[in-house]
């Protein structure tokens, strides 16, 4: 009888795990290679650790000025913070990009820890930073703005802080204005950007241009996904001439479509806001017989605030987003839908996000595709295209209906942050000034509930998006008590782009060995 072979021991059993989930790490960094441009693969930096540990590591300034001299910490002898235990962030901290794996899984994808090191590349005297405020308004810029520069001012003793106005082409077309905390010292206050703010304007040669010829060695960027592509650039071009400037991004998304980052700053003060919108119109609704509260929230290609206001609510009977198609006509449709809800409850509320429903739109008002400055497609009206269809709807089954049309896009993009975005646009600015003091090119967030410094590429080379396999729209679906709208086609499609969105493609050429442990990685990671 041949005895079962002794277990491992748990040491060897995770030595054993690594060695077989990662053959080859450089599988890794082609598959992450292959949703960028030819020159940007140089730019990844993969660094292999232990029990399948990868550090998805940013750009530093010594990858291409290796004899910078470094300098203590003026933070060591700050007095607010000469009580704090271990205030310097370990050089080997890192964040997760995933916390729920199996027991077996591999350790997974990490980013480097934000927070402030013992060492810094530039002395306070020296620094010479600027901030700019790029793409649509959001809550909270203006309090990110201000903490940057009293984070600068009262942290590590930096004097000239400048800004640059109306955005990306304020770099070259209009003068630096320079700023104190007494100059914005209520300015969170107020919604919108001291700075003002644009779309496009960016070229790349002339802003490199500016911050060369100014001396400015540190540039914080505000701004969406296309915004942070623009610091990615201008990255890539100061490091091309060899110069000691760090770029810190902060992402900024009212639409929470950020990939990696748990969520934008600004985007729990538009849920909030737009909650009153929603009660606005359930009281129209309510208030009639047969009424229709229609509220159309922002959300061009993902539904996070119309998703979350609508649980948050509890008030709407439909949400509609742009990951999840439905139809209008037909059984299982939206028109059979408000048609037994007005029946059974005399009202409904719908919930519609901008980017909702455009293939449809398109169907029935031919329109050639036009872009904004951002190079973003221009929306077609999609509460005001539905407003009519329902009306006709309505009108051609002999229903007395009365439906108000509410759209409150600009209302909620313009206010001040509330409390915890405040506290959020805080912590972003400490942390991205804390990196670019370190040396540090990156844009910052928060991934699972820590501070990280990510890489530009990761968080420009997809978007966030709402996931219809996921159990928070379940939840939704249940609270609404809608249809689904989808086919089991259309879940299969949803699942397996799921699936795909956390893979990159892997390089031609790669052997099928390759591909099936480096994918078992990008799954696990």
Known sequence: METAPKPLPFSATCVRISRDSYPNLRALRNASAMNLPDDDAAYIKLDEGDYGYVLDDVQHLTDYLPELPTFPN?????????????????????????VVIQKNSPRGVHFRRAGPRQRVYFEPEDVKACIVTCGG????????????????????????????????????????????????????????????????????????????????????????????????????????????????????????????????????????????????????????ENGIGLVKLMGRYSGFIAMYATLASRDVDCCL???????????????????????????????????????????????ADQLDASGNKLLLDVGLWLTHKIKDYCKSKKMEMTIKYIDPTYMIRAIPSNASDNV?????????????????????????????????????STRNKVKITDR??????????????????????????????????????????TKKHSTSLLANG
């Not at 540190?218 to 296309?226: K, L, N, R």
């Not at 990615?232 to 991004?249: D, N, P, S, T």
């Not at 999840?324 to 059984?331: D, H, I």
């Not at 809608?482 to 259309?490: G, H, Y």
Request: proline share 5%.
């Open 74 to 98: 003026p933070l060591q002898d700050h007095p607010a913070y000469s009580t704090v235990k271990q205030y310097f962030v370990n050089a080997d901290d890192t964040v997760p990009e995933k």
């Open 137 to 288: 308004l959001c809550p909270g810029l203006n309090t990110v703005i201000r903490e940057l520069v009293c984070g600068l001012s009262h942290m590590y003793n930096v004097n000239d802080i400048f800004a640059i106005q109306n955005g990306y082409k304020g770099f070259y077309s209009s003068n630096y204005l320079p700023m104190t905390p007494k100059s914005v010292n209520d300015i969170h206050k107020r919604g919108g950007t001291v700075l003002g703010s644009s779309r496009g304007g960016h070229d790349t040669n002339k802003i490199v241009d500016n911050i060369q010829d100014r001396g400015i060695n540190q540039v914080y960027i505000i701004g969406g996904d296309g915004t942070q592509k623009g610091a990615y650039e201008i990255f890539k071009e100061i490091r091309r001439r060899g110069l000691k400037v760090a770029v810190a991004g902060i992402p900024k998304t009212i639409d929470n479509d950020i990939a990696v980052i748990d969520k934008s700053f600004g985007f729990d003060t538009a849920v909030e806001e737009a909650q009153r919108a929603i009660d606005a119109a359930h009281v129209e609704a309510s208030s009639a």
């Open 321 to 367: 987003i742009p990951e999840s198609p439905f139809y209008l006509e037909g059984k299982g449709g939206l028109f059979e839908y408000i048609e037994r809800r007005l029946k059974e409850n005399n009202h409904m509320v719908i919930v519609v996000a901008e980017g909702a429903g455009q293939d449809l739109i398109a169907k029935s008002i031919p329109v």
């Open 424 to 460: 959020y646009c805080t912590l972003l600015a400490h942390s991205a000034i804390h990196g670019a003091m370190a040396g540090y090119s990156f844009t910052v967030g928060m991934v699972n509930g820590r501070h990280a410094y990510i890489p530009f590429h990761r968080v420009t």
């Open 472 to 513: 928070m729209w379940a939840r939704l679906l249940s609270s609404t008590n809608q249809p689904s709208f989808l086919s089991e086609e259309d879940i299969e499609e949803a699942r397996e782009a799921d699936r795909l969105a956390n893979r990159p493609p892997v390089p031609a050429g790669t052997s099928e060995h």
